[in-house]
């Protein structure tokens, strides 16, 4: 059985020791190989976006960068493993850097699963899927989100069984190895993750909004397809009246100071934002 690992702790001391040592422990057997992949320590580059890996060069990113090597080792795995800090509901920079890279595992062309519109598989068989995420602290919103995304990828990458397990704090040895335990179990029973629900979102009393600043995260810039989203639904909100702003990470600009007024648009949290220092304002 081969087993992938993907680190996406963005230091050392990020996740607790203890989660990889009782993973490993759990694993340890004669017929199991595992690969695991310390991604602070890989080179990636940020994709591009050039969909190259679908049609010029199908199932390899022209990006000559460990990004290959990882993306061939999931293709071929049996079970893929995530570790990452449960970061605004997400995944780690540094793993959702590598994540992006999964595209070329799959296909260009489009199929309906269950009545929504998914991409179709490029190899005939895809790895189980596993993802322990960890919280400083207990944080039931941002659970779910986490619990959503890992059941939406789960969907994308065809995983035959896939779980998803949350670990809090800073547990002792034997909390740890109840987690993945159940976690590891839940893949043995060929256990496939259900619909999670996402937190009800409070609704507050505010003003009309007058201000919107859009930041786009794509390394293309004005290029990009999120970028000529964005400015077009910038286009209608200025038909209300409402002031916009459009800021690209990928220009380097420098932020000192940014404030903004509903509504706040952000096509997705980037790999990795540009320096930007904070200046407080006179008041």
């Not at 992006?100 to 929504?116: A, K, M, V, Y």
């Not at 619909?195 to 009309?208: E, H, I, M, N």
């Not at 990009?224 to 286009?235: D, F, N, P, Q, V």
Request: charged share 20%; net charge negative; aromatic share 8%.
């Amino acid at each position: 059985m081969k087993i992938v690992i993907l680190d996406g702790s963005t230091t050392e001391k990020e996740l607790p020791q203890g989660i990889r040592d009782v993973l490993f422990s759990l694993l340890a057997a004669p017929h199991h190989q595992i690969e695991i992949f310390t991604l602070r320590e890989s080179r990636i580059g940020a994709c591009a976006g050039d969909f190259f890996c679908w049609v010029p060069s199908p199932g390899q990113c022209v990006m000559e960068d460990d990004n290959r090597r990882i993306a061939a080792a999931v293709a071929t795995a049996d079970l893929l493993i995530y570790l990452t800090p449960v970061t605004f509901g997400g995944y780690s920079s540094t793993l959702k850097k590598a994540i992006d890279h999964q595209i070329q595992n799959i296909s260009p062309f489009f199929t309906t699963i269950h009545g929504e519109t998914h991409h179709e598989k490029r190899y005939p068989r895809y790895p189980d899927f596993l993802v322990i995420g960890w919280q400083a602290r207990p944080n039931p919103a941002a659970e779910k989100i986490f619990r959503h995304l890992v059941w939406r990828n789960s969907l994308n990458f065809y995983a035959p069984a896939s779980h998803c397990e949350i670990v809090n704090g800073d547990p002792s040895e034997a909390v740890l190895a109840s987690h993945i335990e159940t976690a590891l179990e839940a893949i043995e029973h060929r256990t496939v993750m259900s619909r999670p629900g996402l937190p009800v979102p409070q609704t507050l009393p505010s003003l009309p909004p007058r201000n919107a600043l859009l930041v786009v995260g794509s390394p293309r810039g004005t290029k990009s397809t999120s970028y000529a989203i964005g400015k077009y639904l910038m286009e209608q909100l200025e038909v209300h009246g409402i002031h916009t702003e459009i800021v690209c990470l990928s220009s380097q600009h420098p932020i000192c100071c940014c404030w903004s007024i509903l509504p706040h648009i952000v096509q997705d949290f980037p790999y990795k934002a540009p320096h930007t220092q904070y200046t407080p304002p006179d008041l």
